[in-house]
């Protein structure tokens, strides 16, 4: 299905004023049939009055970013596209399916319109809630509910996207799917769990996230620029066909699920505290070590081993202790 656009003049004012003119004649010449008996010019004002608001049903008003798609007798004819008052044939009918869909998304067209009327028959009353049928082309943010999903070593992760999108082809979006907001909402759960299982939550060893058959150091929380163009352009694969074009997915919530969060919890702490110990270490040696050669290239003192040892030991306790040193003043010999 190939979108065709309506090239229309915006001809709906010259069609309401024309419709108006014929009203005001019709009522002028049945007034004149009732006075000069004119059976003829009585029964086709009579006929007028009665069936001349039907051209108005042609009427259709558009705001910027708003489109419509026309049929006739279920058949696509094309559709409307910049704002502007319009007249088409009133037997057409406008075609949205996805008109009352809502989703967790901004940019709705009737998210605050909604026209209404009263009517009243035999003592009864209701309202009648007219739909509205316009697509809109402006741009669209979908945030679906965070998932939970495993990644690629089996830990139970949540996480959540939100999807910047918009309608690019009308005839697609209409016919070729049956409610394009639902199916981008569907094919986006797909996307993300599929490009999710292929990465760990952290970094980890002997993990080919790329597919490349080499291990690399992709994860979801070190590379989530990568993951989200990963999942923007297998949305876009899948939304093609929908008549729709996908401008941006971002990650907003990640997180590990709360079955294992408090473990996971601890096994970060763990490895910071082992990472900080052995830097702390590595430090404490370094210093140990300048500190022996400053010593021995300025003459400054003469140690054997015995007293080197000594040294370090001291050393390496008050730099890598967790509390401050408590001095100890020797005043004898160390033998």
């Known amino acids: 299905m190939q979108e065709k656009i309506l090239c229309k003049k915006k001809n709906g004012m010259v069609a309401l004023l024309l419709t108006i003119i014929l009203y005001f004649a019709s009522i002028a010449l049945c007034i004149y049939g009732g006075i000069k008996g004119n059976g003829l010019i009585l029964a086709i004002s009579i006929i007028w009055l009665s069936i001349g608001w039907f051209p108005a049903l042609g009427l259709r008003v558009l705001r910027p970013n708003e489109a419509l798609v026309i049929t006739l007798f279920g058949k696509y004819v094309g559709t409307l596209k910049g704002d502007g008052f319009y007249f088409v044939n ?23 319109e909604k026209p209404s009327m009263t009517m009243t028959a035999y003592g009864m009353s209701g309202n009648v809630e007219m739909q509205n049928r316009k697509i809109s082309l402006k741009i669209m943010t979908l945030s679906n509910n965070k998932q939970k999903i495993n990644d690629c070593l089996g830990n139970p992760i949540e996480i959540g996207i939100a999807v910047t999108w918009k309608v690019v082809d009308t005839a697609k979006a209409v016919f070729n799917v049956d409610n394009f907001k639902e199916y981008l909402s569907l094919q986006c759960d797909s996307a993300l769990r599929s490009i999710v299982r292929t990465y760990p939550y952290d970094v980890a060893s002997n993990v080919d996230t790329t597919g490349d058959g080499k291990a690399d150091e ?118």
């Open 218 to 335: 992709g994860s979801l929380r070190g590379s989530s620029e990568m993951v989200a163009q990963r999942i923007k352009e297998e949305i876009q694969e899948k939304v093609e066909e929908a008549g729709l074009t996908i401008l941006e997915a971002k990650i907003t919530y990640l997180a590990y699920a709360q079955e294992i969060a408090a473990v996971m919890l601890q096994r970060q702490q763990a490895s910071a505290i082992i990472d900080a110990r052995t830097m702390i270490v590595d430090g404490a040696v370094g210093m140990v070590e300048m500190a022996l050669r400053k010593l021995g290239e300025n003459n400054v003192i003469e140690l054997d081993e015995e007293r080197k040892a000594s040294m370090v030991s001291n050393l390496l306790v008050v730099l890598c202790g967790n509390k401050d040193a408590q001095p100890i003043v020797n005043s004898g010999s160390l033998y």
């Open 90 to 112: 009133p037997f057409s009918s406008s075609f949205n399916p996805a008109s009352k869909t809502k989703l967790k998304q901004s940019g709705d067209v009737d998210t605050n």
